[in-house]
Every structure is written in C-alpha cells, then in structure tokens.
C-alpha cells in the first residue's frame, strides 16, 4: 500500500497525504505547500509516508 501513496504523493501530494492519515492538519498544511509550489508538497507528502 505504501507504493500507491508514493505514486499519489508524486501526481497529486495531499492524495497521498490524505491516504496515510486522513483528514488532519498535516493535509491542510500539505494543501498549502502544494499551493505555494509543488516541489514542497511533495516533498512533505513523502516525508508524511516514509515517516509512519
């Protein structure tokens, strides 16, 4: 399951981030950083996977 939400994570970063924990503030904080550039959101995006 962690391949998909990396593969999520890299398309569109707060699916993968939304997959592993849901609604929480670690999707709103990845919507903003995918906002304010996609590079950032994915970064975090993995870093929220590989982390749990």
């Known amino acids: 399951m962690d391949i998909i939400r990396l593969i999520c994570a890299i398309f569109f970063p707060p699916l993968g981030v939304f997959l592993q924990t ?3 503030t670690q999707l709103a904080l990845n919507i903003l950083l995918t906002l304010l550039g996609y590079i950032p959101g994915i970064v ?3 870093w929220i996977i ?3």
Do not use: M
């Open 22 to 24: 849901g609604l929480s």
């Open 44 to 46: 975090h995006a993995v």
């Open 50 to 52: 590989a982390r749990e």
